[in-house]
């Protein structure tokens, strides 16, 4: 990997973040590397200004946070093609993040890099659009937007706490109708967020599918389902003219949705692309660190094996 041109972004209001950053800024410099340097948080997006500003190709976004500056990042990087190097400093979980113990020593990290020591992990993410129909047929009345985790439709009310009435199409045909908190549209990535907090099934994030999770439903018969990668999911808002859903993307907040409108979900035609520097690089040891997955209640002997 070259290292001309990259991006560092920092967990916004972190002073260990911050402080990493700067030391790779200086570090890459002194190596002819440009940098663009800045905070990513609620209220801090600098990914536009750092694309706009790129004098040239981005080799690498280094994410210094945990998962949800993380996620901010793939949406505007992976778009881009950019690579992502994603580092917990500052995080809490840390699910999509490199151990800090193989990243400290950073000046062996920028040699390993360009000599091409690290593995590369591609991640399906989703796309939704909003659309009405004009003159009966399909009008887009909003951007794309990207999710690495989830899309999720919700109801919207300052001083109410009404429930959604969504009606789910795949593929053309309606499936169902579903009356409760709101609707799921997750990645393998985010069967392990707000899906599986939702009682959704975990997915490998090896594998290319969707999962659509109904948030308590007001009905025992409404299941989770998990559908093909290139599956196309286009939910209604149906009910109270007065009242708006809306769509949120990895947890930050895209549109509102009103009746006669829907959103269509789909799989991206980008991948997050992760720089692995882990040698033993296990999901399952994953969930049980970070999940505190235990599995059985009894552990027994299994004398078979030997």
């Known amino acids: 990997m070259q290292l001309q041109q990259v991006i560092i972004a920092y967990k916004a209001g972190d002073k260990e973040s911050k402080k990493w950053a700067e030391r790779c800024s200086q570090e890459l410099e002194a190596r002819g590397c440009k940098v663009l340097l800045g905070p990513s948080g609620v209220k801090d997006n600098p990914y536009p200004v750092f694309l706009a500003s790129a004098t040239d190709k981005i080799d690498l976004g280094i994410i210094l946070g945990g998962d949800g500056t993380i996620l901010a990042a793939a949406r505007h990087l992976a778009p881009e093609g950019i690579p992502m190097l994603a580092v917990n400093v500052g995080g809490h979980l840390g699910f999509l993040t490199e151990p800090f113990s193989l990243f400290k020593d950073t000046e062996h990290l920028w040699d390993r890099l360009s000599d091409d020591l690290y593995a590369v992990e591609r991640r399906m993410m989703l796309k ?131 009746p006669g409108q829907w959103v269509s979900v789909s799989m991206a035609e980008c991948f997050a692309n992760f720089i692995i520097l882990r040698e033993s690089h296990s999901f399952y040891k994953t969930i049980r660190e970070k999940l505190q997955w235990t599995g059985a209640r009894i552990s027994s002997d299994n004398n078979h094996r030997n």
């Not at 399909?138 to 999710?147: I, K």
Request: hydrophobic share 40%; proline share 8%.
């Open 128 to 258: 939704a659009q909003v659309f009405e129909l004009n003159r009966g047929q399909p009008e887009a009345v909003s951007d794309d937007f990207y999710c690495l985790n989830e899309m999720c439709i919700k109801p919207a009310c300052l001083d109410r706490m009404p429930t959604a009435l969504l009606e789910m199409e795949i593929d053309g045909e309606v499936v169902d109708q579903y009356h409760g908190d709101g609707l799921i549209i997750s990645t393998p990535t985010g069967s392990t967020c707000y899906t599986v907090s939702a009682m959704g099934p975990i997915i490998h994030p090896a594998m290319s599918a969707i999962a659509v999770t109904p948030i308590c439903p007001l009905s025992l018969s409404s299941r989770p389902l998990v559908l093909p990668a290139g599956s196309v999911v286009n939910v209604w808002t149906l009910g109270d003219y007065e009242l708006n859903n809306k769509l949120w993307m990895d947890g930050a907040l895209s549109t509102a949705i009103w």
